[in-house]
């Protein structure tokens, strides 16, 4: 007993440092491209063409974010940008939600039909689809319009959420409805009073892919808007790669920079109901 405890210890004492070693390999991996995006925000036009490139500037050069927000109508996009990601993410949410526990709770023969659909969906590449759809939005007089953007990034959305939410509420266990139901609570106070808390970890997640894949999306924006005051964050960033390729780096970092930074917030924000649901759904699990 004693040996076996000895090579354990001695296991862990190989084992641990090399753990915490891909760990800090992994978090440098993802953390690299940001830090390089920051440090490339601040660096002048001369710095960026040097033939002995630096990796930090020589100095906190502001011009970049100031010609950024000036000549890219930076704030405006942002706008749009949050205008159409927070309404896409409201409305996928107050229809998947219900949704979602129809399809895990009821056994019926449109379930099978509509996770069929749901999984058939997520197959059709963009492309093959932009052109009816453009079709179809321009008889509606919604081309060129961000309530035309936001319902098209909702239908897009909504299948993944849908998939998403209903594996959350199948984890949740049918006797508790039972019992809220022997109880004569109705359908929708069982909705609202126990399956909602259990159900905040799942909504969270479905919000924030929500969110992030509105406001990063590009090619439906691009072909939809032409307005240049309706423009999205995503179509203002390409306007920084000239029609031969040239790249004005430092202007792209710092308004990349800038585009990233509501992503960032409403991760931080939500990232505490998460862990906030996770405990509630447990102690009331």
Request: aromatic share 10%.
């Amino acid at each position: 007993m004693t040996t076996a405890n000895t090579m354990s210890r001695r296991t862990r004492s190989v084992v641990r440092p090399l753990q915490y070693l891909a760990m800090l390999g992994y978090v440098v991996f993802l953390g690299f491209p940001l830090l390089f995006l920051v440090l490339t925000a601040f660096k002048t036009p001369q710095e960026l063409i040097s033939a002995t490139p630096s990796f930090l500037p020589q100095s906190l050069n502001l011009d970049n974010f100031i010609q950024a927000i000036d000549k890219a109508n930076l704030v405006q996009a942002a706008a749009n940008s949050l205008l159409v990601a927070v309404s896409t993410t409201v409305i996928v949410t107050l229809i998947s939600l219900p949704a979602a526990y129809a399809l895990a709770r009821f056994r019926t023969k449109l379930r099978g039909v509509a996770t069929g659909w749901i999984l058939l969906s997520q197959v059709f590449p963009f492309i093959l689809i932009i052109i009816p759809l453009f079709l179809v939005l321009k008889q509606l007089g919604l081309v060129d319009s961000l309530l035309g953007l936001i319902l098209v990034y909702t239908v897009w959305s909504l299948p993944f959420a849908l998939w998403m939410l209903q594996g959350y509420i199948a984890g949740i266990p049918v006797e508790l409805e039972e019992a809220g139901a022997m109880d004569g609570a109705s359908r929708i106070t069982i909705l609202r009073v126990i399956i909602l808390p259990l159900l905040a970890p799942g909504l969270v997640a479905t919000s924030l892919f929500t969110f992030i894949s509105s406001w990063n999306e590009f090619f439906f924006a691009l072909v939809l808007i032409q307005d240049p005051a309706l423009q999205t964050l995503p179509l203002t960033l390409a306007r920084f790669v000239g029609a031969e390729g040239q790249v004005q780096l430092g202007q792209l970092a710092a308004a990349s920079l800038l585009a990233t930074i509501p992503s960032l917030v409403f991760f931080a924000i939500i990232q505490r109901r998460l862990t906030s649901g996770l405990l509630s759904g447990a102690v009331k699990g």
